[in-house]
């Protein structure tokens, strides 16, 4: 049987909009989302959905959010038409897609899910060492 959906992070609140633990810590799609979205520190770097939006404004925060991942981990497992249009319609924001007779049909997945890669865990060391240095040493 084929995966329907990408991992989920384990932090994630139950809903349509999820993460896959796969950030780097850019902090963009924070930045679009704060009130959905867990804040960045130094001992948490991973997002993850701490809230499901519930108006309008929300899901089109949300679905900005997904869009400017650096690295595509931010996803929508739901079936609403307008939310896969606005998010292009793409098996790497979504886990559904809109056929052309208009059906929701399971999109295939982007990639196999993957573990840390080197240049991830690279980046993780480098903003904590940044975030000591401008802030830690005193």
């Known amino acids: 049987m084929q995966a329907t959906s990408m991992p989920r992070h384990a932090l994630n609140v139950d809903g349509p909009f999820y993460t896959t633990g796969g950030c780097m810590a850019c902090g963009a799609p924070e930045s679009e ?3 959905l979205l867990a804040e960045l520190t130094d001992d948490q770097l991973e ?20 869009q400017v991942c650096c690295v595509s981990s931010l996803r929508y497992a739901g079936k609403d038409p307008a ?21 929701v ?34």
């Open 83 to 103: 939310v896969i249009r606005r998010l292009g319609n793409t098996p790497e924001f979504c886990d559904h897609l809109i056929a052309a007779d208009g059906a």
């Open 33 to 35: 989302a704060p009130s």
């Open 47 to 66: 997002t993850f959905f701490v809230r499901q939006p519930t108006t309008p404004a929300e899901v089109e925060a949300a679905c900005r959010a997904a």
């Open 105 to 138: 049909i399971p999109a295939p997945l982007p990639w196999p899910p993957l573990p840390l890669n080197p240049w991830q865990r690279v980046v993780r060391r480098l903003r904590r060492v940044w975030m000591w240095v401008a802030y830690g040493a005193a």
